[in-house]
């Protein structure tokens, strides 16, 4: 199979994974079950990533993480604004 | 900045982000936002990154993909575990 063409089917599937997640939390108003220090790793390691994709002119990755990283913002979003609700 | 130490740092990050997810789904025995069609997404996805990273010849990609790919059967374990408790 075609590398690149493989790296953008592993871009999409882990891009649109954050999309029911995001959509959840709006829906329920809930970001309890998501902890606080996931969203924060995530987001520094999907900048990584970002970079990491850059470096490797890869972009399967440079798109995917482009993306998942403004996806990651409004999970961060929620989370923050739901702080004071309950503990991390 | 060297490129794979890069990865290393990026794939160290995107890992352990799974890890506190998973410790608290054990805790909390509850995995209610966390929506399924993520867990099933990004277990097919990060998969799909696995091949991408052994085509490219990408240790932390290889690496990092790896041991995501365990923590994420761990999270999907506890999901369908739920499943009977709430819809989706």
């Known amino acids: 199979m075609d590398t690149e063409l493989l790296g953008y089917a ?8 954050f999309f029911p997640q995001a959509l959840r939390m709006i829906r329920t108003r809930q970001a309890r079950d998501v902890s606080m220090t996931w969203a924060i790793t995530m987001t520094a390691g999907v ?3 970002l970079c990491y994709g850059i470096m ?20 961060l979003f929620f989370k923050i604004r739901d702080q004071g609700n309950s503990e991390s």
Do not use: D, Y
């Open 10 to 17: 592993a871009g999409i599937l882990t891009t649109f994974a």
């Open 47 to 49: 900048f990584l990533w």
């Open 56 to 75: 490797m002119h890869s972009l399967p990755m440079i798109l995917a993480n482009c993306v998942t990283l403004v996806l990651l913002f409004i999970i």
